[in-house]
T-cell receptor, first 112, second 115 residues
Framework: GESVGLHLPTLSVQEGDNSIINCAYSNSASDYFIWYKQESGKGPQFIIDIRSNMDKRQGQRVTVLLNKTVKHLSLQIAATQPGDSAVYFCAFQKGGGNKLTFGTGTQLKVEL | NAGVMQNPRHLVRRRGQEARLRCSPMKGHSHVYWYRQLPEEGLKFMVYLQKENIIDESGMPKERFSAEFPKEGPSILRIQQVVRGDSAAYFC?????????????FGPGTRLTVT
């Protein structure tokens, strides 16, 4: 069946360090992989996405890497800041479909 | 341009009562999605609606849950005869068009507590 899972439930990093959040998935039929950030008491906020025909995509301070061979997705945050503290979810979407399938989330804690 | 709006933000219901959750999509968006989030879990898709039509309800429980998106007004997620297991955060998202190319913008959620 379809599933998206995360390796680490909590990640603590020092301010200024780089953060890497990982996600494993089982369904090969997905076309889009997306990272969302959810702060306490708020709805998910889109960070960055990547299509299945790409291996890497960069945004502002964030990079998403997709390894289809081992079905692994990662989010790298450069120079992590206190404002990055949140729960991060990976999600995927099939081409032609509309619903998002979410992983269980990783709590990122930034220590000063 | 206001974002997706949901109300109420918090809703408390006793077992057996009805819960009505409202979602106003972003201006210009005619596609609405509802997701449910249990504590410390990811969001689970419930239903996808376009104006006046239910497109995909594969994530909706078979009983007690219904959703609508009328021609005028907000989308409504209705839960009849609530039980404690319905306690969760319910998020609505909207997009201008359907498909993975179009980002789904999420509202702040409604936190339902069933006592």
């Amino acid at each position: 069946g379809e599933s998206v899972g995360l390796h680490l439930p909590t990640l603590s990093v020092q301010e200024g360090d780089n953060s890497i959040i990982n996600c494993a998935y089982s369904n090969s039929a997905s076309d889009y992989f997306i990272w969302y950030k959810q702060e306490s008491g708020k709805g998910p906020q889109f960070i960055i996405d990547i299509r299945s025909n790409m291996d890497k995509r960069q945004g502002q301070r964030v990079t998403v890497l997709l390894n289809k061979t081992v079905k692994h997705l990662s989010l790298q945050i450069a120079a992590t800041q206190p404002g990055d503290s949140a729960v991060y979810f990976c999600a995927f979407q099939k081409g032609g479909g509309n619903k998002l399938t979410f992983g269980t989330g990783t709590q990122l804690k930034v220590e000063l | 341009n206001a974002g997706v709006m949901q109300n109420p933000r918090h809703l408390v219901r006793r077992r057996g009562q009805e819960a009505r959750l409202r979602c106003s999509p972003m201006k210009g968006h005619s596609h609405v999605y509802w997701y449910r989030q249990l504590p410390e879990e990811g969001l689970k898709f419930m239903v996808y609606l376009q104006k006046e039509n239910i497109i995909d309800e594969s994530g909706m429980p078979k009983e007690r849950f219904s959703a609508e998106f009328p021609k005028e007004g907000p989308s409504i997620l209705r839960i009849q005869q609530v039980v404690r297991g319905d306690s969760a955060a319910y998020f609505c998202a909207s997009s201008p068009e359907a498909g993975p190319r179009y980002e789904q913008y999420f509202g702040p959620g409604t936190r339902l507590t069933v006592t």
